[in-house]
T-cell receptor, first 114, second 116 residues
Framework: DVKVTQSSRYLVKRTGEKVFLECVQDMDHENMFWYRQDPGLGLRLIYFSYDVKMKEKGDIPEGYSVSREKKERFSLILESASTNQTSMYLC?????????????FGPGTRLTVL | AQKITQTQPGMFVQEKEAVTLDCTYDTSDPSYGLFWYKQPSSGEMIFLIYQGSYDQQNATEGRYSLNFQKARKSANLVISASQLGDSAMYFCAMRFRGSTLGRLYFGRGTQLTVWP
């Protein structure tokens, strides 16, 4: 079974802090994704990556950066956390670009910024 | 622009009844895939079912089936014999051939509540 794990289920940070959200997948997937989920807005794509050190901006990249130093690990970084970044963050991975290739999701991190 | 629309913010169904969750999409690409995911209160997204645009038959997976109407650009999820454990948020998503790096486009979701 594909496993996507995220470093924390719940996280509380203060405004201005630098925040790291870690995601690890164990199935050698090429593609990895970071989403945020807010009530009534569904899932919105922040960043995605198709290879080590390669990244692409999604729909809402402002205030975020990412790092992919190893194939299995994709980190989301909030350089200076703000209260409007309080949200649920979901990481996902997929094998390839095939239209039938599903995305596998991690359990999510509920981040609260005070 | 690609777009996925789920018009039902919330749905209620009695246990053992069938329920249909609506999803419409908009794309000019002839090759695309449609996905449904379930998200229980625990938060994890669970893949349910997939339909390819060239598939001749509607997809089925156990109690889940997809009512795919290509001309109407709709891909409704049908859950038969609802169970209390089906209470969750349900998301429709699409990937089209030209999607950058195979990204998915998600709808805003429908909250399904199953009552006894």
């Amino acid at each position: 079974d594909v496993k996507v794990t995220q470093s924390s289920r719940y996280l509380v940070k203060r405004t201005g802090e630098k925040v790291f959200l870690e995601c690890v997948q164990d199935m050698d997937h090429e593609n990895m994704f970071w989403y945020r989920q807010d009530p009534g807005l569904g899932l919105r794509l922040i960043y995605f990556s198709y290879d080590v050190k390669m990244k692409e901006k999604g729909d809402i990249p402002e205030g975020y950066s990412v790092s992919r130093e190893k194939k299995e690990r994709f980190s989301l970084i909030l350089e200076s956390a703000s209260t409007n970044q309080t949200s649920m963050y979901l990481c996902a991975s997929s094998l390839d670009f095939n239209s039938a290739s599903e995305q596998f999701f991690g359990p999510g991190t509920r981040l609260t910024v005070l | 622009a690609q777009k996925i629309t789920q018009t039902q913010p919330g749905m209620f169904v009695q246990e053992k009844e069938a329920v249909t969750l609506d999803c419409t999409y908009d794309t000019s690409d002839p090759s695309y895939g449609l996905f449904w995911y379930k998200q229980p209160s625990s938060g994890e997204m669970i893949f349910l079912i997939y339909q390819g645009s060239y598939d001749q038959q509607n997809a089925t997976e156990g109690r889940y089936s997809l009512n795919f109407q290509k001309a109407r650009k709709s891909a409704n999820l049908v859950i038969s014999a609802s169970q209390l454990g089906d209470s969750a948020m349900y998301f429709c998503a699409m990937r089209f051939r030209g999607s950058t790096l195979g990204r998915l486009y998600f709808g805003r979701g429908t909250q399904l509540t199953v009552w006894p």
